[in-house]
Nanobody, 123 residues
Framework: QVQLVESGGGSVQPGGSLRLSCAASGSIFSTYAMGWFRQAPGKERELVAA???????YYADSVKGRFTMSRDNAKTTVYLQMNSLKFEDTAVYYCAARRSAAITTTPPLYDYWGQGTQVTVSS
């Protein structure tokens, strides 16, 4: 069983930055693909960024060049650095883990989820 705990959400003005963290329990974290999803009110959950065990990453077009995902396997933690935040980035952000080395954009294919952390971009 893997437990995921997110932290780092909050409120920020447009153009600002936030760094989300997701601490994972479980001894085989290093072999899992990890993802950051977000869900805004009335919208479907969408993959924002994902990372493979070897550090290869995927980013949604809407966040490319602004968000950076990284992982520290020794600390069993993944991070999402969010820069140049926009109003439309406002959502609940979820960390997810997949019992596979491969990245997928499909939420049901992720096996473990965190509780979510709110990110609000407002002036």
């Amino acid at each position: 069983q893997v437990q995921l705990v997110e932290s780092g959400g909050g409120s920020v003005q447009p153009g600002g930055s936030l760094r989300l963290s997701c601490a994972a329990s479980g001894s085989i974290f290093s072999t899992y693909a990890m993802g950051w999803f977000r869900q805004a009110p009335g919208k479907e959950r969408e993959l924002v960024a994902a990372i493979m065990w070897n550090g290869s990453t995927y980013y949604a077009d809407s966040v490319k060049g602004r968000f950076t995902m990284s992982r520290d396997n020794a600390k069993t933690t993944v991070y999402l650095q969010m820069n140049s935040l926009k109003f439309e980035d406002t959502a609940v952000y979820y960390c997810a883990a997949r019992r596979s080395a491969a990245i997928t954009t499909t939420p049901p294919l992720y096996d473990y989820w965190g509780q979510g952390t709110q990110v609000t971009v407002s002036s």
